[in-house]
């Protein structure tokens, strides 16, 4: 068996496999590049860099599979470890390809934490308004709101149960929620009369929409048309609830008020120059004011904001804020010193190596 894992560990490791992984990296990354100008920067990340397997060209009708970057990265990740654990000898001369395999090896996991646990998204203050979550514009959610005396519950079902068209978890409610149909524009089922008492020329065509039917004790009781940020309320054994069709929305354990927001215009034009929002940042234990501007996030308890845009409301200039939560933030920066202190370290190591053989060559020839 110990034979039989060295044979297939020594094979995983191979060098040709590295090498023909970094060439299909490449050839991804150039791929990418070029659909990005054709799909847009999401959907090339989605599509060839977030993927399993690439499909190219994206919008053509005949599609050439290919490794996605989820395959790659998994694929170097395996060769990485097969070689540290089955090509390098343990000893204090090979310490410096240790640590340099072992900063790559902290790198490819860092990127996949990132993949999956990393969020962002959009924070949009008004005048003097607070707010302690932030949405994704992106991805949508279908959120339940049980209204309370002391506190309001939510719940919110992810756009993927959304698309499955299925009943939904129940999470102790008196009744279920089944999605009867999700489509991207909700204009295609204009006709129906659930989507009837939505004007068109109010509402954007070009929003999702759901139709959701409420049941309970074996029957449906209720059935409903939601359009994007268009709540809808019922009643349920006395009991208030609202249901909203929504961008996904993401809290944060503290709140950001936003005090004030300037902005600075190219003399003689309404285009601005630069922009800076003034926040005050309050947790339950401490509280600090802030200044967010163009190229100056804030960074504060592993939250990254930055002067997106801003926009106009009748009371003054709103600010918009771009948001991003990555705990594996600092894991590049990380591995990079490891894999920088490898290479110092191996390279002394032959150099000490290359000198002290000198010497002992040039002692035995003067002998």
Request: glycine residues 6%.
């Amino acid at each position: 068996m110990k034979s039989f894992l060295k044979q297939w560990l020594k094979q995983l490791s191979a060098p040709s496999i590295t090498l023909w992984l970094l060439l299909l990296l490449i050839v991804l990354v150039v791929i990418g590049t070029l659909e990005q100008a054709q799909i847009g920067l999401y959907a090339a990340q989605q599509n060839y860099f977030h993927a399993w397997i690439a499909w190219f060209p994206s919008q053509s009708l005949v599609k050439i599979p290919f490794p996605g970057g989820a395959t790659l990265f998994l694929a170097l990740f395996l060769n990485l470890a097969a070689s540290f654990f089955s090509r390098f000898a343990w000893n204090w001369k090979q310490a410096g390809l240790w640590i340099c395999h072992i900063g790559i090896v902290l790198l490819v996991i860092g990127s996949a934490l990132t993949f999956y646990l990393a969020q962002e998204g959009v924070l949009k203050l008004g005048p003097n308004e607070a707010k302690s979550q932030f949405f994704n514009s992106r991805f949508y959610e279908l959120a339940l709101t049980q209204q309370g005396i002391e506190y309001d519950r939510m719940i919110a079902f992810p756009q993927s149960m959304l698309m499955d068209k299925a009943k939904l978890p129940q999470n102790d409610l008196p009744f279920t929620l089944e999605i009867v149909g999700y489509w991207p524009s909700w204009i295609q089922q204009h006709a129906h009369p659930d989507f009837a008492s939505y004007d068109p020329t109010k509402v954007h065509g070009d929003e999702p929409g759901c139709m959701v039917q409420i049941w309970a004790n074996g029957s449906a009781i209720a059935h409903y048309g939601l359009v994007l940020d268009i709540p809808i309320a019922f009643t349920y054994q006395g009991e208030q609830y609202q249901l909203i069709l929504q961008h996904k929305t993401y809290f944060i354990p503290f709140q950001v008020h936003l005090m004030a927001f300037e902005r600075e215009l190219y003399p003689g034009t309404d285009t601005p120059k630069a922009f800076t929002s003034k926040v005050m940042v309050q947790d339950t234990k401490t509280q600090r004011e802030a200044l967010i501007q163009m190229n100056r996030p804030l960074r504060y308890n592993g939250y990254t904001f930055y002067q997106s845009s801003f926009y106009e409301t009748e009371t003054g200039y709103g600010s918009v804020l771009a948001v991003v939560y990555n705990p594996a933030e600092e894991w590049p920066y990380f591995s990079c010193i490891l894999i920088f202190a490898g290479m110092v370290l191996h390279f002394c190591v032959k150099l000490v190596g290359f000198i002290h053989k000198e010497s002992r060559d040039k002692g035995e020839h003067h002998g």
